[in-house]
């Protein structure tokens, strides 16, 4: 029989990015959290490379910003480029808007970086427990709780933890969605693909053409670090056993390459691509690859992950300090499912563009006579990765958003441009307070209202809610189609609560959107 271990508010399954990015942002709001992680250490793969221009904000909201950043390769490598192989010039290449350079709409800029590159730094930004080699095998819902078994690897025990919430961020196989019996839609597994890491000097073919990933017809090369590495994405061959991996990745990198692979690691893995069809089940709540696998091109799998835990912290937080009703967690999946599912569309678009790419390269091969064949032209605009549409541009609708009646038509839902607004539901669009402070610097733990008129908005009661009032100048105010004396209250994920244009008539305004926004019934 398991053993009682004792009780936690929230026990979090899973120690990848999104897991320790939720252990963070828990501690930050003083929530005790413990992550247990079946594997014996952090993953030694590099598995997602991209940390996109909201992640990135948000680990600047968690002061994590400028180490991921120092850790991370120089933006020139945010660029993706196309080859026959890769010593051969580029056929095409693109840039990853957002990542290759500054861009007005953020303070920040993403970066080019390996995972197992960023899972150390999120682990060192929260002292809060984490037990490797701890396996979740069973769990049972009670009334006010969850009961997790759960089993160490290394000495056998069994142990049950009760939380008052369980966070399954345990990856695409996920043992808490299924044990659930949680369905999902959508493709699923994609096939199965293979991820050498291997040493060799390739600075030759590189180093004046930097990219953060490398198409060729032979796999997918990557750089792993700033101070050296490569992986090579292919495929997974019938005997992958058998296989001569070294020879292999020496053949890929082309007959006249004249280098030897040394391989350090190989995992073999599945690309799948599937939405679950929910993400909540009583107290039990999906985030990351168990709510949402997504294929890796365009890098917006991890990134998903990311803000799915940035949405949902701050509402555990608030339930669990007593100034939000449980039925604001209903607001997580009402949020985040529809982001999925259009994530998970994007992705699988972005997939079919890159079969394009290379028949139409076979093809240019095919009937070019042996001679090399000119650089192409991309079935996509130089902004098509940028994304920020979907990336800077997500609109939340939901009980935890005021919808401030008006009339005017909502900026276009598309992938690649993102048009800021300071309509309720939308990310605050980044808007620099002094030389080096962003309204998003003015977010944390906490709801942020901006307005011109600080005065007459520190006169309303904001208790129990922990609320702080910055003034906005009158530039800015304009820009968000505020009059002298109208606010706009930030969620303490950076989206837009609520938007007054002027002064409400009631004294009790701020309260009473509070009160909707945090879960109880609307006023």
């Known amino acids: 029989m398991p053993v009682a271990n004792g009780e936690v508010p929230v026990l979090i399954v899973g120690g990848g990015p999104v897991g320790l990015t939720a252990r963070a942002l828990l501690a930050r709001w003083g929530v005790q959290a413990l992550l247990v992680e079946k594997h014996s250490e952090l993953s030694p793969f590099p598995r997602s490379r991209l940390i996109n221009v909201r992640s990135m904000e948000i680990y600047r909201q ?52 390996s995972q197992d590159r960023l899972e150390p730094t999120l682990l060192a930004a929260a002292d809060a427990p984490m037990r490797f080699g701890v396996e979740l095998i069973d769990l049972t819902e009670e009334v006010e709780s969850v009961l997790a078994v759960l089993v160490d690897h290394r000495s056998g025990e069994e142990t049950r933890v009760r939380a008052r919430y369980v966070l399954a961020t345990d990856g695409a196989n996920s043992t808490v969605r299924q044990r659930l019996g949680i369905d999902t839609t959508g493709p ?121 835990a940035h949405n949902l912290c701050w509402k555990l937080a608030g339930v669990l300090h007593g100034w939000a009703e449980p039925n604001l967690l ?22 079919d563009l890159m079969v394009r790419v290379h028949n139409r390269r076979r093809e240019q091969l095919r009937t070019s006579g042996g001679a090399t064949p000119p650089p192409m032209e991309l079935p996509w ?38 048009v800021a607004t300071a309509k309720p539901g939308h990310r605050m669009p980044h808007l620099w307070l002094s030389p080096h402070r962003s309204t998003l610097d003015a977010f944390g733990e906490w ?30 105010a304009e820009l968000c189609g505020l009059r002298p004396h109208g606010a706009l209250l930030i969620r303490p994920d950076g989206h837009i609560g609520a938007h007054w244009s002027d002064r409400p008539p009631s004294g009790s305004t701020l309260h009473q959107a509070l009160t909707a926004i945090t879960g109880s019934a609307r006023p």
């Open 447 to 476: 709801f942020t209202l901006l307005t011109p008129d600080p005065t007459h908005w520190e006169q309303q009661t904001t208790a129990p809610w922990p609320v702080r009032i910055e003034a906005l100048s009158g530039e800015h």
């Open 381 to 418: 605009s130089d902004r098509y990765f940028a994304q920020l549409g979907l990336v800077l541009g997500v609109t939340y609708h939901s009980d935890a958003v005021l919808p401030d009646g008006s009339t005017s038509p909502e900026p276009p839902d598309t992938g690649t441009d993102y």
């Open 330 to 351: 209903e607001t997580y999946e009402t949020e985040r499912h529809p982001v999925a599912h259009r994530t998970l569309r994007q992705a699988v678009a972005n997939t």
């Open 188 to 308: 699923g597994a994609m096939g199965g693909f293979t991820t050498v890491v291997f040493d060799a000097d390739l600075n030759r073919w590189c180093a004046h053409q930097p990219a953060g990933v490398y198409f060729t017809a032979h796999g997918l090369f990557a750089p792993l670090y700033p101070e050296g590495g490569w992986a090579w994405f292919v495929p997974t061959p019938e005997d992958a056993a058998r296989a001569d991996w070294p020879g292999l990745v020496t053949r890929a990198l082309g007959p006249s390459a004249d280098v030897r692979a040394d391989v350090l690691r190989v995992q073999h893995w599945v690309m799948n691509a599937f939405v679950a069809e929910r993400f909540r089940h009583g107290r039990i709540l999906l985030a990351g690859d168990a709510a949402h696998a997504i294929p890796i091109v365009g890098g917006m799998g991890m990134n998903a992950g990311i803000a799915d």
């Open 62 to 113: 968690l002061g994590l910003a400028a180490k991921i950043t120092a850790n991370a390769f120089r933006p020139e490598y945010g660029r993706i480029r196309f080859r026959d192989t890769l010593h051969a010039h580029d056929f095409a290449t693109a840039a990853m808007v957002g990542i290759n350079a500054p861009v007005p709409e953020s303070p920040v800029i993403g970066a080019v970086t």
